[in-house]
């Protein structure tokens, strides 16, 4: 009795379904566009001579206006009430150069610059990280130029100190820079603007930058608490004040952090869209 055998069939390979874009290599090629497109970033962004006075200028000014009034003063535990406005000033400069991030990105989806960007080869993970590493940049002259008034006015700090307070100024405050771009790619020029803008203003007055937080009525002491500003200006205060981290701080601009990057994301590739339209 003859059997008849059946070839094997070759059955097709498995389509992937998902959208998700493919994670680019890290090549030469790729890092060369990255430092080039960041460097080139830069310097476009100190070239605006007066943004750049105006970032420095007016959290100096405040500065010493309110130390000359309040900066001899000093705390119940024996602080010196000008040191403290050094850091809460310094950090009010900070987040608004933090939110001035969203100009740059304004200025190239006017001219047009955004749309070609979105055109080529370079990674749209590279763009945003190359805007971040430039805001961050531009936060350094921000938040120096109080700290050298502090000094002039005569802030005495360790070296420890000084550098702590610093440091975690700029950490804190560098997912700041990620809301300026969400602006930038969300809203229009003008509603960009103003928006960074009332922004600043309003974390800075809210997040107790200008003045205590307990001084605020229990409701906005609470709604202050939940403000990454509060907690970047108490996490500069840190190395000054003593007691315990505040760890509490690093929680909450941890979770604005992961919700930003989350808003940008979407921004972009709106942004993206319609550009190419």
Known sequence: MSTTVIPPVALPAPVSTSTAPAIRPVTTTRVRRFLGYTVRSYLGAI????????LIALPTGLYLFYASMYGNQTTNSGVNVSALMMVTMAAYGGLGAALSAGNAIQQERGSGWF???????????????????????????????????????GVTLTPAEWASCFGLLLAALAPMVILGLALGLWFKPQAASA???????????????WFPLDMMPDAMQTV????PSYWAGQL??????????????????AAWTVALIALGVVGYRRAVRSSRR
């Open 224 to 227: 202050g608490k939940l403000l």
């Open 115 to 153: 749309r070609q960007l979105a055109l080529t080869a370079m990674a749209p993970l590279d763009v945003m990280v190359a805007k971040v590493l430039v805001a961050v940049a531009m936060m350094v002259p921000a938040l120096g130029a109080v700290f050298i008034a502090g000094a002039a006015k």
């Open 47 to 54: 070239r605006n001579v007066p943004f750049v006075a105006f």
């Open 195 to 209: 928006g960074s803008t009332l922004l600043t203003l309003m974390l800075s007055m809210l997040g107790g930058l």
């Open 236 to 253: 500069g205060l840190w190395p000054i004040l003593g007691g315990g981290f505040p760890w509490q701080g690093v929680g909450v601009i």
